[in-house]
């Protein structure tokens, strides 16, 4: 657990870059900090690690006030991951994973030992880790950087923009990556980003600061986009959130319909739609009379409403397609049926479809 209390930096120029920062980032959790240039993301993120000292107030790292830590000691129980991942240009890829485990007193060998088992755990070919950093690709090294932030086991990952460099597909699955490394490995990770959508997709609490350092709010994603505190957290929380809030809201009791497929050979209703379905009744595409189109997006059962109402919305026949954790066919969504399951979620739960 990090806690800040009451965190003001003024740097020696004058500038305040924090005033009076009061969070808790819970253990276990991903902390995303979100906010325009400039708003001390950064500088609370390195107070953390003391590679920035408070001019006031205290952090916490587990109830121990890091101010009375040796900061070499400290950053040893901190992972560190950044914006082109700061790896060491001169050592192999293996080296620099292998870091932190020598500098913990491990032996060389079983230092890269586990730095491979990380190397193989980020989604990186064993084959890599004896390249230099230069001769990876950008979302490489950003892997790279986080195995070598997870390589000293520490409960605590600071990580600065670490995904901003690379572009959006490379970007979306290496938030994917961290998602699932979280999920087995349940850190304390702080995460800056200035990108809201990452920060929705990321943070299980996310806290949007405004320049000069205060917090303008703190909340879950959730929360965040259906009940922003002012004007400039709704602005920065951006379009379309009464949409991107249905990615929050389960479609466990969605109503299916049955949907005409190749099984049955005729197409019921008038638009002549069926659904092409494999031996195992899975779906593979649509066929209009002769024609064959694409399946496009499908609804994994599980998901979000925001998936059912996309399939729905996306599908060339008006009905989306729900599927099972293996893909086989589970039967039809309407449009209709999500905005019906919003009306009764709203009237039972108010609070949770705001
Ligand atoms: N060493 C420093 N000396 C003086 N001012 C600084 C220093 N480091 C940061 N600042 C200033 O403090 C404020 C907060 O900077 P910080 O880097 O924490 O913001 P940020 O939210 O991380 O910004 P960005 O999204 O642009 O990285 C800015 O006005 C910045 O110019």
Redesign the pocket.
């Known amino acids: 657990m990090i806690e800040f209390s009451e965190v003001h930096k003024a ?3 004058g ?1 305040v ?1 924090l005033q009076s920062l009061s969070l808790t980032a819970r253990e276990g959790e991903i902390t995303v900090l979100v ?1 325009p ?8 993120l390195r107070t953390v690690n003391r590679m920035v000292d408070p001019s006031s107030g205290t952090v916490r790292l587990d109830g121990v006030d890091v101010s009375t830590q040796d900061p070499p000691t400290l950053r040893r129980g901190i992972g560190y991951v950044i914006q082109n991942a700061g790896l060491f240009p001169h050592r192999t890829v293996l080296d620099n994973v292998a870091t932190v485990p020598v500098l913990l007193g491990r032996s060389r060998a079983q230092a890269r030992r586990q730095a491979g088992e990380l190397l193989e755990r980020v989604g990186l070919d064993l084959r890599v880790g004896g390249r230099y950093p230069a001769q990876l690709s950008g979302g490489q090294q950003q892997r790279v950087g986080v195995a070598r932030a997870l390589a000293g086991d520490a409960p605590v990952l600071l990580m600065d ?1 670490p995904f901003s460099a690379v572009d959006p597909v490379v970007r979306a699955d290496l938030q994917d990556e961290l998602l699932r490394l979280q999920s087995e490995l349940g850190r304390t990770i702080l995460f ?1 980003t ?1 990108d809201i959508d990452e920060a929705i997709r990321l943070g299980d609490m996310v806290a949007v ?1 405004r320049v000069g ?1 205060t917090l303008a709010q703190f909340a879950p994603p959730s929360e965040l986009l259906a009940a922003p505190v002012d004007d400039f957290v709704a602005e920065f929380v951006g379009r379309d959130r009464g949409y991107r809030r249905l990615q929050f809201v389960g479609a466990g009791s969605l109503s299916l319909k049955t949907l005409p497929t190749s099984k049955d050979s005729t197409p019921i209703g008038g638009d002549g739609w069926l659904l092409v379905v494999d031996d195992d009744g899975r779906p593979t595409g649509w066929r209009q009379g002769s024609e064959h189109v694409a399946l496009g997006t499908v609804h994994a059962e599980g998901g979000s409403l925001r998936s059912a109402l996309d399939a729905a919305l996306s599908s060339p026949a008006g009905r989306g397609v729900a599927v099972d954790d293996d893909g086989r066919l589970l039967g039809g969504i309407e449009p209709e049926a999500v905005i019906t399951l919003l009306h009764t979620a709203r009237a039972s739960s108010p609070e949770a479809v705001r």
């Open positions: 740097y020696p120029d500038t870059a906010g240039s400039g708003c001390g993301k950064t500088t609370t923009e800056v200035h600061l350092g």
